[in-house]
């Protein structure tokens, strides 16, 4: 299961970000540190591809990908020696495989700001540097561990050495540790250690609804922070966590005509959801039959043996075959038995890429 990590400053409407995505209930008041314990919540992943798929295999059960969401008390400058109540729960991310940071975007005066004035680049930055300052005490910790091997000459030991060294003169300058500039076989010496700035970065630019948001009133503080932003290689969507919490509330077929209302028209959810698929390269394939239609996320990439093994690892050691049909042809066709009729189902080996939509039926020694 995808495991994404939100991150933010106090107040900047992280915890209500997380009952918009999960329709959990986490405190989220108006002050700092009110989410003193790590909050997980389970999303699955909306799809309309899903819901069609199961209608035409009248299928008796739906199961969605799903994405855990991790969040975190709210980080201060300082984190990272001991400030606040974030740095307690750090540890909850390193497992996760990228980091959504929440940014507030938005003047409110009735909204505490941690450094009173809101300015997101100095957020982001403040941030940043706590994650860095955790991951480089990390690096410290194992390059200690090291030491006798290193006297002893193994030759690991040395190379491993050899790459903690470079992240941590990339931590004195600030650097993320994915700009360190470690190379393929590096990054795999330090996999261990779930460095935190190792980890893809969603920012997610919180606006709201009626106010004085940022990216509206042009006085370049919206501009600094998507330069950036794009200075770290990372991608930013602008969400409305209020009113996504609000509309969490609306019957399904009111929340169009709220939505126009408040005028936010996009789902920000599944909006935030598609941005985080596409910041970690993934993508969707499906398995459907009577008895239960699913979608499998996998890497962008990934051959048939290895998305297959998403459902049961026989299939990546014993692969024989894959019958494949995309969804749009299936659904068209209104089924299998027309879509192989129109020569739409084909059988792939183990070569085969898969694609985003793909129908897969493995088949396995």
Not at 156 to 164: I, M, P, R
Not at 210 to 237: F, T, W
Not at 316 to 337: Q, S
Request: proline letters at 4%.
């Amino acid at each position: 299961m995808l495991k994404i990590g939100i991150v933010g400053l106090p107040n900047v409407g992280k915890s209500t970000l997380f009952n918009a995505l999960t329709k959990a209930s986490v405190p989220c008041e108006n002050y700092p540190f009110c989410t003193i314990d790590p909050a997980v919540g389970v999303v699955g992943v909306p799809d309309p591809r899903l819901e069609a798929l199961a209608a035409l295999s009248k299928s008796k059960k739906i199961i969605p990908a799903a994405i855990e969401f991790v969040d975190i008390a709210g980080l201060v400058k300082g984190a990272a020696e001991g400030q606040g109540l974030g740095n307690q729960f750090l540890a909850n991310i390193r497992e996760t495989d990228a980091i959504l940071q929440v940014v507030r975007f938005f003047d409110d005066p009735n909204i505490l700001h941690v450094d009173q004035d809101v300015e997101p680049y100095k957020d982001i930055e403040v941030i940043n540097l706590e994650l860095v300052l955790a991951d480089s005490e990390q690096v410290r910790k194992r390059r200690d561990k090291l030491v006798r091997d290193i006297k002893a000459g193994l030759k690991d030991a040395v190379a491993e050495e050899a790459a903690l060294a470079k992240l941590e003169q990339g931590f004195a300058a600030g650097k993320l540790a994915f700009h360190a500039g470690l190379t393929d076989d590096e990054k795999k010496r330090v996999q261990p250690l779930n460095l935190l700035t190792m980890k893809p970065i969603l920012y997610a630019l919180n606006k709201k609804s009626g106010g004085h948001n940022l990216d509206e009133l042009a006085d370049g503080r919206a501009e600094r922070a998507y330069e950036l932003i794009k200075s770290l290689g990372s991608h930013y969507m602008f969400f409305d966590a209020a009113t996504e919490r609000e509309l969490n509330d609306v019957a399904d077929e009111d929340r169009s005509t709220f939505r126009q209302e408040l005028g936010v028209p996009e789902d920000g959810l599944a909006a935030l959801i598609t941005e985080a698929y596409r910041t970690l390269d993934l993508i969707s394939f499906f398995t459907t039959g009577p008895d239960e239609t699913r979608a499998w996320t996998i890497t962008r990439g990934s051959a048939a043996p290895v998305a297959g093994a998403a459902i049961h690892t026989d299939f990546l050691t014993k692969f024989i075959r894959a019958e494949v049909v995309p969804a749009k042809d299936l659904l068209a066709l209104g089924g299998y038995a027309a879509a192989r009729e129109a020569a739409k189902v084909r059988t792939e080996g183990k070569e085969y890429i898969v694609q985003d939509s793909d129908v897969i039926v493995f088949l396995h020694g």
